[in-house]
């Protein structure tokens, strides 16, 4: 059980689940403002998110936060697959590079380290979130 100022206790499910009340709610105008979500925005996503995980009680704070963090390494991923000799694996969502092409990768981008030999399974469906068009 999460409480305000208490740090979330986070895992692929429940990223998995944020993006999703993300993308549920990403084309209601009253949620939204220039900038990103608005307060109302917030206040809504997270009660549905806490609607559909129970036991987590997260506030808006921690998905705030945990929002920032996704967005962070989704660019980190994104620019890092701009570079040149990086491959990149679709089924895995996983950048393939030789080890000293990661070692400035991890130079330029140093949040995509944590990607070396992990996958990034919400890439694309951070991609929708964050790249409108």
Same mark, same amino acid.
């Given at each position: 059980?999460?409480?305000?100022?208490?740090?979330?206790?986070?895992?692929?499910?429940?990223?998995?689940?944020?993006? $999703?009340? =993300?993308?549920?709610?990403? $084309?209601?105008?009253? +949620?939204?403002?220039?900038?990103?979500?608005?307060?109302?925005?917030?206040?809504?996503?997270?009660?549905?998110?806490?609607?559909?995980?129970? +036991?987590?009680?997260?506030?808006?704070?921690? =998905?705030?936060?945990?929002?920032?963090?996704?967005?962070?390494?989704?660019?980190?991923?994104? $620019?890092?697959?701009?570079?040149?000799?990086?491959?990149?694996? $679709?089924?895995?969502?996983?950048?393939?590079?030789?080890?000293?092409?990661?070692?400035? =990768?991890?130079?330029?981008?140093?949040?995509?380290?944590?990607?070396?030999?992990?996958?990034?399974? +919400?890439?694309?469906? +951070?991609?929708?979130?964050?790249?409108?068009?």
């Amino acid at each position: 059980m999460s409480k305000e100022g208490a740090r979330a206790s986070w895992n692929s499910t429940y990223e998995k689940g944020l993006v $999703d009340v =993300l993308h549920d709610n990403k $084309d209601n105008p009253k +949620l939204k403002g220039q900038n990103g979500w608005n307060s109302e925005g917030w206040k809504c996503i997270t009660a549905k998110f806490n609607e559909r995980f129970s +036991l987590a009680h997260f506030t808006k704070q921690q =998905l705030q936060e945990k929002d920032k963090e996704l967005k962070s390494s989704y660019k980190a991923v994104r $620019d890092s697959r701009k570079e040149s000799w990086t491959g990149w694996n $679709d089924s895995l969502c996983m950048i393939l590079a030789e080890p000293e092409v990661w070692a400035r =990768l991890i130079s330029a981008h140093p949040k995509v380290a944590r990607f070396r030999k992990k996958p990034f399974p +919400l890439f694309y469906s +951070l991609e929708a979130l964050y790249e409108e068009c």
